[in-house]
């Protein structure tokens, strides 16, 4: 199967009379080594169901197909669905017209399990990874590709530079790490930062017996005064006794938190 060059997009943009949209964060991947390599490091097998988020015009859609997946591809922008339909007709992609945050995923995926593979717009990125993994069970792998930066926050572990409120949530849910390196050179138009690729496996359970909306108020606290001593930070939902009978020594601050230790001052907030 052909993939998309970067000749072969812009002559399909030209072809429909489109630009690139700045303010959904469109930047075109028009490089078909870099699709291989998203497709390989998404591990897919023939079979498999894959949902993408924001599709664009389609050089992930093509690459999904070749691995012999079937993909619902989910794309917010109604200019860009003529041509997007023009490229994976006769594919087994069904382009789905709407707004990722508003789609009612039980309709439409059903019971079963599904990956997440997707060139994800700068801009709802973080957002989205953790509405969906806090609220999509059936979506169990994902493969996505982010700025930079927000990759390296999604993936941080305890104590290390980036750890936020997005690291936690994640190791909630799963585990993740950053498995590639994208270069800005393959994207039309050209952003001004590098991506990197997160893969990220959700758990079917938590993966600590601890309740989320609890530790997500306690987390939030934390970062939200990270210079601060945990002492000082959650002093508004525990004292520094209870800190201390958790087991947990109060003079750390929020990023030196594991997410055992979150679950357990959740569990006495």
């Known amino acids: 199967m052909k993939l998309l060059t970067r000749t072969a997009v812009r002559e ?23 699709i291989q390599k998203i497709v390989r490091l998404a591990e897919l097998r023939s079979g498999d169901q894959v949902v993408e988020i924001g599709p664009g015009l389609g050089s ?6 070749e691995a012999g997946a079937s993909v619902l591809a989910i794309e917010i922008d ?28 039980s309709t439409e995926l059903g019971d079963s399990q599904w990956h997440l593979v997707a060139n994800l717009p700068y801009n709802v990125g973080t957002s989205l990874v953790l509405d969906l993994l806090s609220e999509v069970g059936q979506i169990t792998q994902y493969l ?33 790490r ?16 590098d991506s990197v690729l997160v893969r990220i496996e959700r758990s079917p359970t938590p993966m600590i017996d601890a309740e989320f909306a609890p530790l997500l108020r306690l987390v939030r606290a934390g970062f939200g005064q990270r210079r601060k001593m945990i002492r000082r930070s959650l002093s508004a939902f525990v004292s520094e006794e209870q800190i ?15 997410l055992g230790q979150w679950g357990l001052l959740g569990g006495i907030s």
């Open 144 to 176: 996505v590709m982010v700025q930079a930066e927000v990759g390296y926050r999604l993936a941080a572990q305890p104590g290390e530079k980036g750890c936020g409120i997005p690291s936690v949530i994640t190791s909630y849910w799963g585990s993740a």
């Open 78 to 105: 109604r200019y860009l669905i003529p041509a997007l339909s023009e490229v994976v007709e006769g594919k087994p992609v069904r382009v789905l017209n709407a707004d990722a945050n508003n789609v009612d995923w």
């Open 12 to 34: 399909l943009m030209d072809r429909h009379g489109l630009q690139p949209s700045r303010a959904l964060g469109q930047n075109f991947v028009c490089d078909p080594g870099t």
């Open 60 to 65: 992930l859609s093509l690459g999904l197909v």
């Open 178 to 193: 950053v498995v590639g390196h994208v270069p800005n050179q393959v994207f039309l138009p050209k952003p001004n930062v």
């Open 244 to 258: 201390l009978s958790a087991g947990v020594d109060p003079t750390l601050r929020a990023e030196a938190l594991t």
